[in-house]
């Protein structure tokens, strides 16, 4: 028995799964309500194939045979090898591209996914991206031998600086909240270097989960702010607060009520003024490009979400780009490597290098450079834009957010009353990029929550926008529309919104039970979480 | 659009919302934009300035390696299904994504022998320093004890992390000299005392020496020579591995390791001048609530079908806040996508197989490359896919003279670490994309290169 | 009025796909049969986008402006654009991404499509025709500069000759039909250039309808021959058709009987006794690849179908390719350009060439030198499995055939009986990579037809075999599992076979209003050729 | 399975169906199969042998152009979804490629002026030879009209096609000095008579000078001064046209023509050496019924929704057999869905504006070539995006000369042809991916190319 057999994780719950002989029992005639993706049951590749069937042949061993306890003795072996599938190249291609299928993603429809900026992702990027000469690059290959991809960085660089108004950039973080990270530490470092200890990180109520999670693992305390009737920061609070333990305030702006503070530069004086660091959580930059610069408002630290604001595509949870943009003040303390064009390389052939001679870095955060493959696609989505193109990026994107927000509010419901009467805006009038309705009113007049107008959104063949969140707004419902989606999309989704409260005003059971569409319906987490099966029981087969 | 919002113009919007004195009142001063076919064309041109591991005989590694990715994984992970979506937040219509964590970490956990494995982390280095981190939300102290044989970028990166969750970091040496190359046995049982909260070894080394895995677990849970914990006082023990070689090594459960994480690269991700990849991370189950990041798991829908979800997530940042076992949010899903599909294609028998004939042309080029005059092996012991040479010349220099003849020899590991005791050291890693004929142009190319550079003394630059 | 506008062919029949809103009815809650692809409307990339939207970015007018009347003038100007989309990127993936979830195909499941050898297609090989020294030479580059492509045809050109027997190859021809053709018309040079006009070409009744088809496009007639009890050709009936006015007898072996006509030797004796050629129609090669050889048997000319025994992928109906490879006598007359190795190139380091001068040719059939990038594919799955590797996969192709043959022969019925009894083998015992049943004993008994039998397959979710051909069958189903299919799929698709054979004993209704789960449901094919609407109607937006 | 089948030996399924004297007793003499990893190096080194329009500047054309194909449509050609099934024989699952194809054939609809379109043919040189047949099928006639101005590849093939349809072909040549380069009106309307089956012309022409249409297409139609036809009388007029430059140009149908078809490669296709692409196919309703090929046809189900169908299918070759319109069966499904996805990627205004950038960007071109010492226009008509200069010197040497600073200025017309008339001629196409300075770049190197070749006798080679 091995390690594995020894534990629960993996035993089968007696579901399913056990190796049915196809995936398919009878399908429907007439009447039956199981589309075709429900009548699979969902098997994995570790139920598919037979003993001895693969799909990689092995290159034939070449050098000379030597004796197999020379090359590695016995003791040192495994006992057993992986019991990894045992699959051909077809079942594995029929086997994943059946999964994929499983799946909503942005390319099959509206994402309004508020916070993650689910703008199209355009081809050319995968396209760019898979070009031996950055793909195939090793990443340790000698600066002289890699100036297409330092310069690229470099370049990108300074397009971040630029954007954020700030002017030292590292791309090393490897996703937002590592860049959270990487910008604590730094703030830390840079009190440190000061002689000064400071505990305490400002983070409002409004804040991602990142941002107070970041501040412990950086070994620093949260303080939360309070969140004033505009949905701002409470001024009268944070004066409270600031105090000269206070390390650091970590803000979002547009923050993730969709809403810019009208107070940023006095938040960024009363900060400043007790000597703390102003953080920019950049997941909202999609709002601001071109329009607005974090660095003018003040803020020291500016992390970006490359898959967000610069189109670096999901991947069904990463990979993402965390990038950092400072202050002339925390610059010397950024984590190496930082590409630097080098001293007295001429300006029209300029080359290249990484610098490691950063004495007060905080050091590393990674192995290697960053996310180069993901900053080809953003290098490749700036140069697409341009100047322009950027700023009309986040104009667009602002504006159809107020647009279906309006259209919201104006849209009428057969019962009388309009869409706004059940999910009105939390806070304010206009709104950035996105916008957080509450769904209390829908919850306590047509007796459905946020959760199941979510989960009948599905069958309107729309991903729904974040749920319960932000925390502070009861039964939010956060919509980021993005640039990249027509008119008809908005209208179309605002008319499914009606629809469905529509229907939950004749019979609220509609929403409490769907979905009704989807491969599978609505799934047991408590079960999955109590007993967490987190593996696939393998079996061995006989033979 | 504007009627409907009320407004008169876009900027309308903008005005009514950002104070004056913040918005930007020029252009960004960025290049304009460009069309797709010069956009790709400038791509292009940076790209035909790198040098590829397709544009000469490479044999770098040290962490990362130039393995032959299959077709099929760039077919799937272009697909839109997976390519697009985000983070599973509503499983109902994520059944694709959420299977594929959950035989991801089918895999993981076979690999390394351990039950829970997570569905992925950012890469590398990091996912060993998140492994100190649950070590400390384990047991609460902070002493980290490493060996000197982790990779450098995980060393600095972890000495970075630790300065933040609070913890030191004592160093281990390894056993010197060409018998040496393993982690000092006695000395790591030194280290670790009562107030250790993890130790921490590479399997294989940075070196590409083979360690001896059981006994350092071992030496780190037992009674050592000085004031070694025992029982409930031991230590987290954290194994860095290369999942490629641990097709063929003892896993680190049958080991006694408690967390094996590593760099997933080798499994079926592209090189991409160092990332995106992503880090495994698989521990034994009593750490399963405190890890870090996504985790898939199985259940039943109301009809009772067969079904995945992201579970256990308070332990996460969006529900758990500053309590959160880690912060990690967007991790690396399609990258571990890459992995099982690769993993699923080379199978049960092909991962052994490909671990043979590493060990077989490593060997060859390895006792090859140490016949030559003035090149040394730097250790005995056994190794997988890459290890250490010693050259009696500039190491700088040899790899110039070899990329003059479109061969890159290895890495120059005083370059990589800054160690004084790594000058003249250079790293070779064998893939399988290395045949025979290719290390023996290694050999021929390295020998005359340190044959040129003896003639000059060692450290003086060469002329480009 | 355009001249698009006078006619009768884009009449919408007002069926659907007017502009709604957008694609989604109020989807279903429980019980409703519909799934999500039937709920949505049928719309094109036409009825899609706005007035002035776009994907397309046009480059910089980056020389002198210049009259457009001295550029062009007016009289040679369209009067008005074509009326092209209007339609943003994200439009354009997310309609297409849209309706490709319309499409069955191999990836997803089985495709026993008699005939047509439905392997699995390898993704190496996309990989490889996507190479830019591949997909982006043009033909026109000088020889010198092509040598790689060059050496790929000319290596391709000897893999054919070898696995056909027969030394002379063409590449031309574009798909199997095309290769029938050059075919056809060689054996009219041939016995043209001997002073010869025959007039007929023998074809047996079972054979595909392209060759009858090319026999009477090259100026030749048809005759035909009788298939005798055995399912191979009727000797008796050769012998009293074989005369001099016999150009060519074509013929597909093993047939699309799926068998092997064991007369081979003594047809082809009867055949070249008068003068005439023997054509063998290579859509069936994957039975014999590294077995038994065309030009062993006798034949004079073969065509291949690259996309069939070589795995070129389908594309939804092309691209094909279909090469074909000729005995000495008939070399001279082959189409040109041909690939040859130049005359005193080194054996170390040829080079090679396109070689135009053959004085009896046919001349072209086509542009340029074929279908280049199935070349590309087909030797990279040449160069895959070797030559071992192509006798396995004939060799499986038969096994398997022959074990789904033998599963339904044996597979019982709740009812009585086997598959069998209904869906008897038409000719022979065992059958080579593909056999024929015939539906008539299921239709007589069951009261269901082939057709309906196919179309509750789809329910099952797999593609049907080839349906009703051969034409000499009755009711036939011509089943090709290929080689690169697993037992377990074999064994599924035997069970549905049975299941629906079950159902119909019950219910035929079940199968003559199938299918049930697929995006239409069964179309009205009759209304389609009666009044035929082939493009969409366009509607000028206003504004 | 064999015990299923009642077989002791697969060989046995064999031994019992094919004779022995038929069965090849010996093993295939071709290589051993290889690894994935080693043929993808093989097929790589191949490419590296090729130089590529990516490794050089290049100006040629003539049927195939090197215009940019947007990432979407490989992206969306990769899709198993449309990559994998074949003809949709089954039209319940396979909505998706039947859709392509009725959206395929309203954009050439659309782009010819025609109402029917078929859903692709083999590509275009064949495309006019099926034209042929249907003209034939028509009208029973047997004499095929062309003008000199077509490919000469259609030429070739028509010939070829020709001699099997049972019809002879008639060559009417262009008007000839700088002021000509189009068709000879008068000759064409001399050489059409009452026993003309189809009349067939280029355009723009094979040098590309664009013809006048119109002017063609009446005088094929009206009393010429000859024995013209009228009326029933008038043979089928062909036009073989380029589709981009169809973006600006008079369609087909506006004027006259009856039948357009053409190499639909410039539309999103890969050159690929010179296929797989397609050919489209278009023509007035009456010949809908005798057309080639699939055609996708509009209905609803039994349920009333909107769905398609391949549709006439009582014209092909599979119901009609020896009575077939056409003996074509696979055709080109893949590279008519690049078409559309390119076609609708450059939209209604795009395709103008590429057609303007490629007149003007051409027309530049062409003057400042034809200003050159040793350089001349060889007709003054207008062009779209190709064009035909005579040069003072031999072109063989002279491409040879540019070559060597890695430009590639065009197609060498008489290696092409084969005609002594096309001696000296060189034929340049320019798309938007030649900028002026890639277009200055080519004058400043064929200036010098032309200026050294002249110091020698034309025609003399030069050792390369
Ligand atoms: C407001 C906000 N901050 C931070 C993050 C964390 O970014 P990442 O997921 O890239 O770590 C997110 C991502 O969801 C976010 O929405
Ligand atoms: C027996 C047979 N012959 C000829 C052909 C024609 O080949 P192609 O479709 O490549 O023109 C086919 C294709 O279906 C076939 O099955």
């Known amino acids: 028995m091995s390690a594995i057999d020894e534990n629960h994780l993996h035993a089968d719950p007696g579901i399913d799964g056990h190796h049915p002989h196809h995936g398919l029992s009878a399908p429907p005639t007439h009447g039956s309500a199981a589309s075709p993706l429900q009548r699979e049951r969902a098997r994995t590749i570790f139920q598919k194939g037979a003993r001895g069937r693969r799909a990689f042949v092995c290159p034939t061993r070449d050098v000379p045979a030597v004796d197999a306890e020379e090359l590695l003795p016995a003791r040192f072996r495994r006992g057993a090898p992986a019991r990894l599938p045992e699959v051909s190249e077809p079942e594995i291609v029929r086997h994943y591209v059946g999964i994929s299928k499983r799946n909503f993603d942005l390319d099959s429809g509206f994402y309004p996914l508020g916070s993650c900026t689910m703008k199209h992702n355009p081809r050319l990027h995968e396209r760019v991206a898979a070009l031996p000469g950055h793909a195939r690059l090793h990443p340790l290959q000698d600066d002289e031998h890699a100036q297409g991809a330092l310069e690229l960085m470099f370049n990108l660089q300074q397009a971040l600086a630029e954007v954020a108004g700030l002017e030292h950039v590292s791309l090393q973080p490897s996703a937002g909240s590592h860049g959270e990270l990487a910008g604590v530490l730094l703030t830390r470092a840079y009190h440190e270097d000061r002689g000064e200890t400071r505990r305490k990180v400002l983070t409002p109520d409004t804040a991602h989960g990142t941002n107070p999670a970041t501040v412990t693992m950086a070994g620093l305390q949260v303080v939360k702010l309070a969140t004033n009737a505009d949905g701002g920061i409470d001024l009268d609070d944070l004066r409270a607060k600031a105090d000269d333990d206070v390390a650091c305030l970590m803000l979002t702006n547009p923050n993730t009520l969709g809403l810019f503070d009208p107070n940023i530069t006095e938040i960024a004086r009363i900060v400043h003024g007790v000597g703390a660091t102003l953080y920019y959580d950049g997941a909202n930059l999609n709002a601001v490009m071109g329009l607005s610069r974090p660095g003018d408002m003040g803020f020291d630290i500016v992390h970006f979400n490359l898959h967000k604001s610069f189109t670096q595509p999901h991947g069904g949870g990463g990979p993402g780009s965390g990038p950092i943009a400072v202050s002339d003040r925390v610059a010397p303390y950024l984590p190496v490597p930082v590409v630097v064009r080098e001293d007295g390389s001429s300006a029209d052939a300029p080359t290249f290098a990484l610098d490691y001679e950063r004495p007060k870095s905080i050091g590393r955060l990674r192995g290697f450079h960053g996310n180069y493959g993901c900053f080809v696609r953003s290098y490749a989505y700036i140069r697409s834009l341009g100047a322009d193109g950027l700023k009309d990026a986040s104009e667009v994107a602002v504006l159809n957010a107020n647009y279906l927000l309006a259209r919201l509010r104006a849209h009428p419901l057969p019962g009388g009353g309009t869409v706004a009467d059940y999910l009105p805006l939390a806070y304010g009038q206009l709104c950035m990029h996105e916008f957080v309705l509450s769904g209390g009113p829908m919850k306590r007049e047509l007796k459905i929550k946020t959760l199941d107008l979510a989960k009948r959104l599905l069958d309107y063949g729309f991903h729904p926008p974040t749920v319960y969140f932000p925390l502070l707004v009861e039964e939010a419902l956060m919509v980021e529309p993005t640039e990249t989606e027509t008119i008809q999309t908005l209208d179309a989704f605002a008319d499914a919104i009606a629809a469905i409260l529509a229907e939950a005003a004749e019979d609220p059971e509609i929403a409490l039970s769907a979905p009704y569409t989807t491969p599978v319906r609505r799934l047991d987490e408590v079960a999955a979480a109590k007993r967490p099966v987190i593996r696939e029981t393998l079996v061995e087969a006989t033979g | ?464």
């Open chain 2, 1 to 464: 659009m504007l009627d409907a919002i009320g407004v008169g113009s876009v900027q309308e919007i903008f005005d009514r919302q950002i104070p004056e004195d913040v918005r930007l009142g020029r252009g960004l001063r960025l290049p304009a934009g460009q069309t797709e076919q010069d956009v790709f064309a400038h791509l292009s041109q940076l790209a035909a300035r790198n040098t590829s591991v397709e544009d000469e005989l490479s044999f770098l590694g040290a962490g990362m390696y130039d393995h032959y990715v299959p077709a099929i994984v760039d077919m799937l992970t272009e697909r839109s299904e997976f390519l697009t979506p985000y983070t599973p937040y509503q499983p109902e219509i994520s059944q694709g994504g959420l299977q594929v964590m959950f035989e991801y970490q089918t895999a993981i956990s076979e690999l390394t022998g351990l039950p829970a494995s997570n569905a992925s982390t950012y890469e590398g280095p990091s996912a060993v320093g998140a492994a100190a981190y649950m070590a400390k939300l384990h047991n609460g102290r902070s002493r980290i004890v490493v060996s000197a044989g982790l990779h450098p970028h995980t060393l600095q990166t972890l000495r970075t992390l630790a300065h933040g969750y609070g913890m030191e970091v004592a160093e281990v040496p390894l056993v010197s000299g060409s018998a040496g190359g393993v982690t000092d046995l006695d000395a790591w049982a030194r280290a670790i005392d009562g107030e250790t909260s993890a130790a921490i070894f590479a399997q294989p080394n940075f070196y590409g020496v083979v360690e001896d895995a059981a006994a350092l677990s071992a030496a780190a849970k037992s009674p050592g020579d000085g004031d070694g914990p025992v029982g409930a006082a031991a230590p987290v023990v954290i194994a860095q591995a290369d999942p490629i070689a641990l097709g063929i090594l003892a896993s680190p459960g049958e080991c006694g390791v408690d967390v094996a994480v590593g760099e997933g690269q080798p499994l079926g991700n592209r090189l991409d001048f160092g990332g995106p990849s992503f880090g495994f991370f698989a521990a034994r189950e009593q750490y399963l609530r405190r890890m870090p990041g996504r985790i898939a798991g199985e259940t039943v829908d109301v009809d009772g079908r067969r079904g995945f979800v992201l579970t256990l997530q308070t332990r996460e940042q969006h529900i758990r806040r500053e309590k959160a076992t880690s912060n990690i949010c967007t991790a690396q899903a399609l990258n571990a996508l890459a992995g099982v599909v690769y993993l699923s294609w080379l199978g049960r028998e092909g991962i052994v197989e490909l671990g043979e004939l590493l060990l077989a042309r490593t060997h060859y080029a390895r006792e090859r490359l140490a016949a030559l005059d003035g090149v040394h092996k730097l250790h005995e012991q056994p190794v997988v896919r890459e290890f250490a040479l010693r050259l009696d010349a500039d190491v700088a220099e040899v790899r110039r003279r070899c990329a003059a003849s479109g061969v890159n020899p290895g890495v120059d590991v005083h370059a990589l670490s800054g160690r004084e005791a790594d000058r003249g050291v250079l790293l070779v890693a064998i893939t399988e994309r290395r045949s025979r004929e290719d290390i023996d142009r290694l050999v021929d190319t390295l020998a005359a290169a340190v044959a040129a550079s003896d003639q000059q003394p060692a450290g003086e630059a060469v002329a480009a």
